[in-house]
């Protein structure tokens, strides 16, 4: 199924992070958070290369090649978290957080966090009804290599997983044109959720070919 990804190694952390931080630079949830850009840019530089840490405690990251042309995690929902990725993780957030109180207002980044909640129960309502299916977060491609098939080629790697195991796949996008690409490779939204006063929509998506949740499925969105 990966055998043509490349799992995460140490040498492309550096490249991935600065992959995230491209790709998601102008995604509209971080701009709702960081309004402004050249704040925003160094928040994200100083964040990805801990949420990489993160989703390696609790999935698979892969790499299109040592290129790094683009990333993604894939986590089974059910499996247990690896506690000393997820240790070090903290303990390298720890040591960071005083350079994000620099730049990030904690009671406002609180303050907006909690209006998108909605989005978050989604998901929580999945996990606490089913185990063993995939999640997929942080997909990406560096913006001068797309156009590529580097998102499909990623995709269709965990398509074929979630095949083999006979289960479902769910993700989130808050991008409108990332939502036409996944429904082109078999996905669909079983939600969209707005906000008050929040400029943009979180859409949760769902491969599902055994169709194991159609009794959660809501009215589908064109």
């Known amino acids: 199924m990966y055998d043509h990804l490349m799992p995460l190694q140490k040498r492309h952390i550096k490249r991935a992070s600065e992959i995230l931080t491209a790709s998601f630079i102008d995604n ?29 405690s609790n999935g698979r990251l892969y790499v299109t090649s040592d290129l790094v042309e683009g990333l993604f995690c894939v986590s089974v929902h059910g499996e247990k978290t690896k506690i000393a ?36 129960s989604t998901l929580a309502t999945y996990k606490k009804r089913f185990d063993n299916f995939l999640l997929v977060d942080s997909v990406c491609v560096d913006p001068a290599r797309r156009h590529q098939g580097h998102m499909t080629k990623m995709m269709k790697a965990a398509i074929e997983e979630t095949k083999k195991r006979k289960t479902f796949c769910l993700l989130q996008t808050e991008t409108i044109k990332n939502v036409r690409i996944y429904k082109h490779l078999g996905f669909s939204v079983v939600e969209e959720v707005r906000f008050d006063h929040i400029p943009f929509s979180t859409f949760v998506m769902i491969y599902d070919p055994y169709d194991i949740t159609a009794n959660m499925k809501k009215n589908q969105p064109e």
């Open 28 to 56: 509209p949830m971080f701009v709702y958070f960081f309004p402004e850009l050249k704040k925003r840019r160094k928040i994200l530089r100083m964040t990805f290369p801990i949420v990489i840490k993160v989703l390696e």
């Open 85 to 120: 990725k997820l240790l070090h993780a903290a303990l390298t957030c720890g040591i960071r957080l005083p350079q994000f109180l620099i730049h990030l207002s904690l009671i406002e980044f609180m303050r907006k966090a909690s209006r998108l909640q909605p989005a978050n």
